[in-house]
């Protein structure tokens, strides 16, 4: 529709491209054409930096004008109240089907114009009514029809106007029948905008194809033994709605019945294949059919985008792998089990072996001896595939335990950032090495198998070289810090939130077990001596007392793990159920003060006060006892009736006060008397 500019009328570029130019270019080539002529086509303002071209509507072409219409000279009573109702644009664009589907834009430009048109004619019916009034036309017969008539007419100008028409109908029987649901307004003073949106676009879909269908077909790709195709699977549906094969459910043990019309029609095989490839339906007839997870996740399965780790000990992946070499004629090949930490892109952790028996447990004690003897804390998160790391869950890999936080993924091989790493590792390192195994399905022709015969590498030579790629991988530019290697990443970027090991946690799990014992506060562990401590130290004081009552004289368990040097990196005793305390190495030093050292005395002193301790808890012990005098008027026999001729017998007095027992105790004596029972006599003098 042509615009007021100024006191020019113009269009804009889209009116005319491609209506009646081509292209953009070809209307310039015009607009360059007639620039200094004083007829033919002119441009009022130029195009870009958010402005659109405008071009005289004036200077077209007489045919061109009349295609658009001049507003100046169009006499139509609606076009004064005409404009898209702003609430019509909302609803129709906002508006969704039962089943969440939203209209198509054909149909909602549609909607759009014919609200538009009928709220116009509402206004010209308003004012068509005020104006009879003011000629004291009483009577409103008429108005309606005048008013439907108003509004066919008016899709003359509207396509010249706003390049667009309206459906409404032209019958003036159709027109009510529209009219009336429209303007019958809710409480809340709205149009009945719903009442102008086909039947028929629901579910138009439907009527080719039943839910029952559907199911069927579906049930009928994905639920035999076999993989049928879905060709195959039309062809079963034809043979079933022709009385030729009978399908029964399992689950229900129900035979489908293919008279029943109106559940199952007749489709062609084209239909059936198309239906089966909608992506409702294969989502879930290829998810029972899949046998490869992996697959089925990298085509239906939405994926993460995840910023990239910034600082070294926040997240640690890990996994298996086997690199592409055999080491004998059965085409056997080492298990390699690797942790790379992901901020600073350095492998910090690596096991080998000829099985993966026992390497996850190895695994997790080389990380330990590595971060310790490096003198760095243990990463704060872990990833990890299930089925070697599962049965960890509740011990060690409880978040809070060895890691803050534990994420473990069920066959998600694309979860893993360690994925990633293992290609670059195989492709960009050690795929320029003797012997090297191409994948069998790779799908770039540079991966793929070459035509010689497979090389047998030694494991001893397979091993020395993953080592050195891992060697050379850490000294690489990271891909970041390119001014600093994996290594030194890894090494100055720490996270400051990590916490040292939480011993305690995970030693049970993974520690060696021995049994041992206390003897004066001195244990004896891998033919040495060791000491009771905590928290790295010798302990003293009341604590090393509340120690000792638990394990002097006892037998013990002690959770251990020696260093990479077969030292021992750490020891916990066991006790009663609980992780008690470490041991620590027994301090020692020279016996002569002239070949003591710094250190040595310093381990004089920390014996000394380790002794003290105890020595100290002995005296308060014995200045506790008091001296105690104790009379047993127990009896030893049931009776006297056995007795030896000859032997002396003695009587027992009558009971004495016990202030008298101890004032006269020198004066006690004992009297001979006769017969044969045996007791006591004191006599006073």
């Known amino acids: 529709m042509p615009i007021q500019w100024g006191s020019i009328l113009a269009v804009t570029k889209d009116e005319l491209v491609p209506a009646y ?14 620039r200094e002529l004083p007829f033919g086509i002119k441009q009022v303002r130029k195009g870009g930096n958010g402005r659109q071209m405008l071009i005289d509507f004036d200077s077209l072409p007489k045919e061109i004008q009349d295609s658009i219409g001049d507003p100046r000279t169009m006499k139509h009573p609606m076009i004064s109240f005409f404009q898209f109702d702003p609430s019509a644009v909302r609803y129709y664009t906002d508006f969704r089907f039962e089943d969440g589907t939203p209209l198509k834009e054909n149909f909602k430009q549609e909607y759009i114009v014919n609200a538009s048109v009928l709220l116009a004619a509402e206004r010209l019916k308003t004012a068509r009514l005020e104006e009879w009034k003011k000629l004291k036309k009483t ?3 008429g108005l309606m029809p005048s008013i439907c008539t108003d509004v066919i007419t008016f899709n003359e100008y509207l396509p010249k106007l706003f390049n667009t028409g309206h459906t409404i109908p032209s019958s003036y029987r159709a027109f009510d029948r529209i009219w009336k649901p429209f303007f019958n307004t809710y409480e809340d003073g709205g149009y009945n905008y719903s009442c102008l949106i086909s039947g028929k676009l629901k579910n138009q879909n439907r009527k080719l194809m039943t839910d029952e269908m559907i199911a069927l077909l579906n049930d009928m790709f994905a639920g035999q033994d076999y993989k049928p195709s879905r060709t195959q699977v039309a062809a079963q549906y034809q043979a079933f709605l022709n009385g030729e094969l009978e399908i029964i459910s399992n689950e229900t043990g129900e035979m489908y019945d293919p008279k029943e019309s109106r559940k199952f029609k007749e489709i062609s095989e084209s239909s059936v294949i198309a239906w089966l490839g909608k992506w409702e339906n294969k989502i879930g007839t ?101 089925s070697l790391n599962s049965s960890f869950k509740d011990t060690f890999l409880r978040n809070g335990a060895m890691f803050d936080q534990v994420n473990i993924y069920a066959n998600r091989a694309r979860s893993k950032a360690i994925e990633r790493k293992f290609e670059e590792l195989r492709y960009r390192h050690e795929k320029s090495r003797l012997g090297w195994m191409a994948r069998p399905f790779a799908r770039k022709e540079e991966n793929q198998k070459r035509a010689d015969e497979e090389i047998i590498i030694p494991y001893d030579e397979i091993i020395d070289g993953s080592l050195n790629d891992i060697e050379i991988w850490n000294n690489s530019p990271h891909s970041v810090y390119n001014d600093k290697t994996r290594w030194e990443v890894f090494c ?77 990196l750490k020891a916990m005793i066991y006790y009663d159920d609980m992780m008690l305390c470490e041991i620590i190495p027994h301090p020692e030093y ?96």
């Open 492 to 568: 100055e970027m720490q996270n400051k939130n990590t916490s040292p090991a939480n011993w305690h946690a995970f030693l049970p799990y993974l520690g060696k077990e021995t049994v041992s014992s206390c003897n004066a506060g001195i244990i004896n562990f891998r033919n040495s001596t060791y000491v009771l401590g905590l928290d790295g130290e010798i302990v003293l004081g009341e604590d090393l007392i509340r120690l000792m009552k638990y394990v002097e004289g006892k037998e013990f368990k002690i959770f251990w793990l020696d260093g990479n040097d077969s030292s021992t």
């Open 286 to 386: 290829y998810a029972r059919r899949a046998g490869d997870r992996q697959k089925l996740m990298q085509e239906f399965i939405p994926w993460h985008k995840l910023t990239k780790i910034k600082e070294a000990g926040t997240l640690i992946s890990i996994d298996d792998r086997q690199p592409p070499f055999m080491y004998d004629k059965k085409r056997n090949r080492v298990w390699f089990y690797m942790g790379i930490d992901l901020g600073s892109e350095a492998w910090t952790c690596w096991v080998h072996g000829k099985t993966k028996e026992g390497i996850i447990i190895e695994f997790y004690r080389q990380m330990i001896r590595n971060y310790t003897e490096w003198g760095f804390n243990l990463p704060l998160g872990l990833e990890c595939e299930s």
């Open 139 to 141: 009577s409103g017969r």
């Open 21 to 34: 130019f081509g292209t953009l270019d070809a209307l310039q080539k015009k607009i360059q054409r007639y």
């Open 590 to 685: 020279s016996k002569s003060k002239h070949e003591r050292n710094e250190q040595g005395a310093l381990n004089r002193k920390l014996m000394s006060a380790y002794e003290n301790t105890v020595n100290s808890f002995m005296a308060q012990q014995k200045r506790e006892i008091e001296q105690v005098t104790i009379i047993d008027n127990r009896k030893k026999t049931l009776n006297n009736k056995f007795q030896i001729p000859g032997r002396k017998r003695y009587t027992q007095t009558e009971s004495i006060p016990e202030e008298v027992l101890f004032e006269k105790a020198e004066e006690y004596q004992y009297k001979e008397t006769e017969g044969t029972a045996r007791s006591w006599k004191s006599n006073f003098k």
